[in-house]
């Protein structure tokens, strides 16, 4: 017992200060090679060193390796592949822009790993009512969960630090409730996630220094997505989840199509005063940002705390739901 | 509170969940091929497609219930 807690600590620190100092040097060396992009946002339009992907990987490796040291396990393996390659299509994506379907596809193919190391359980479970034994349509699922997770996170990526800061309350929530369903190995796997998004979003938060950019935001959503398949948690993740589905619901109803949202109309404006607003031409898609813009003009600190309570909410249904898996009617 | 209604719709979206699921469990744990073919893991394998199409229709009718009560829930701010 006393080595696991001793395990746990040391990962989370290794997760956690991996990121915390390899970003200032990931951000002068972005800096210095020019990758910056326009923070339409911010007063003056600053310019926002991007993609954070590479120390969100590394601080994931240093952490999961740690871990593997200790407990060698496929489930490890798994994680450090599967994330590896989201990591992959998120930076290919971002030097060159591909079309709507790229990511989907290629994530989709950054899934097979779970599979070749049959690192799954073909079980789906639900709460209250038990599970059900689905092994065709599970690996079917598994194809479509990474994609889901890696883009649902992508897509919410809009506002400075909502991605690492949603990552972080939606992972310990999935942490805390692997805890309360006994699934001890993948819930320490788990932690790295909440810690590397903690100290990501150090750099993350309004105004942000760095940018995750896809290669971060698809590294965060895989991980998220592989944890959730190897710990027999897919209902409860998609619940911390929520909001950013609901996001995704949203663009997906509106738009009526697969596509790259840099290809859409922005469907908000900036007023005089530096406060977002939802944007009035009807072309325009409808994201949770829109909706909660709807209320009146807001600042980007305000709406960022909207969307943090919204995943608070979401976290709080999550772990309930962890506990109702217990409870069979 | 001016954005409760998304916080009403993430608790909608948690209860079609948790009832989806039972639906889910209940309709295809009444499931078993037998007699059709003579191996075992074939009929196991039938009976998982009966299994994976019967939940493929049932999540097609929760995005369904789900868009309507999208479209009653967020009428307004959608119009706006």
């Known amino acids: 017992m006393f080595d696991q807690i001793v395990t746990v600590i040391l990962i989370s620190i290794v997760a956690f200060f991996s990121v915390y100092v390899i970003t200032p040097f990931l951000i002068r060396t972005l800096e210095k090679r020019n990758l910056t992009v326009k923070d339409y946002h911010r007063k003056g339009g600053a310019m926002i060193p991007r993609p954070g992907g590479p120390s969100i990987l590394i601080g994931i490796i240093a952490s999961e390796i740690t871990l593997y040291a200790f407990f060698p396990t496929t489930a490890i393996i798994t994680i450090i592949i599967t994330t590896s390659l989201a990591f992959v299509v998120g930076i290919i994506d971002d030097r060159w822009t591909f079309g709507g379907w790229f990511k989907p596809l290629a994530l989709a193919a950054s899934a097979t790993p779970i599979i070749f190391l049959g690192a799954y359980d073909s079980n789906l479970a639900f709460p209250l009512f038990g599970s059900f034994k689905i092994p065709a349509l599970y690996l079917a699922l598994i194809i479509f969960i990474i994609p889901i997770t890696g883009n649902t996170i992508n897509s919410i990526d809009v506002l400075n630090g909502v991605a690492s800061g949603f990552m972080t309350i939606a992972s310990f929530a999935l942490t805390i409730s692997l805890f309360i369903m006994q699934h001890y190995e993948i819930a320490v796997a788990s932690l790295p996630l909440g810690f590397v998004s903690l100290a990501f979003y150090k750099y993350h938060k309004f105004p942000s220094k760095i940018f995750p950019g896809d290669s971060g935001a698809l590294t965060l959503g895989a991980m998220y997505g592989v944890i959730a398949i190897l710990g027999h948690v897919e209902i409860v993740a998609a619940i911390a989840l929520l909001p950013a589905v609901i996001n995704s619901f949203l663009f997906l109803s509106s738009v009526k199509r697969v596509v790259e949202h840099r290809q859409i109309k922005n469907p908000t404006a900036v007023t005089s005063d530096f406060k977002l607003m939802a944007t009035s031409d009807k072309d325009a898609p409808i994201t949770l940002l829109r909706l909660i813009l709807a209320a009146g003009p807001m600042t980007e600190k305000q709406i960022v705390l909207v969307i943090f309570k919204l995943a608070l909410f979401s976290a709080s249904l999550a772990i309930i739901t962890a506990f109702m898996m217990g409870i069979k009617i | ?80």
């Open chain 2, 1 to 80: 509170m001016k954005n409760y209604t998304i916080f009403s719709f993430i608790f909608v979206m948690w209860i079609l969940i948790i009832i989806g699921g039972g639906l889910l469990v209940a309709f295809t744990s009444m499931i078993s091929i037998e007699g059709y073919v003579t191996v075992g893991p074939l009929e196991l394998y039938y009976a998982s497609i009966a299994k994976a199409l019967i939940a493929i229709i049932l999540v097609i009718i929760w995005v369904y219930v789900l868009t309507k009560i999208k479209n009653w829930m967020f009428h307004k701010k959608i119009k706006n």
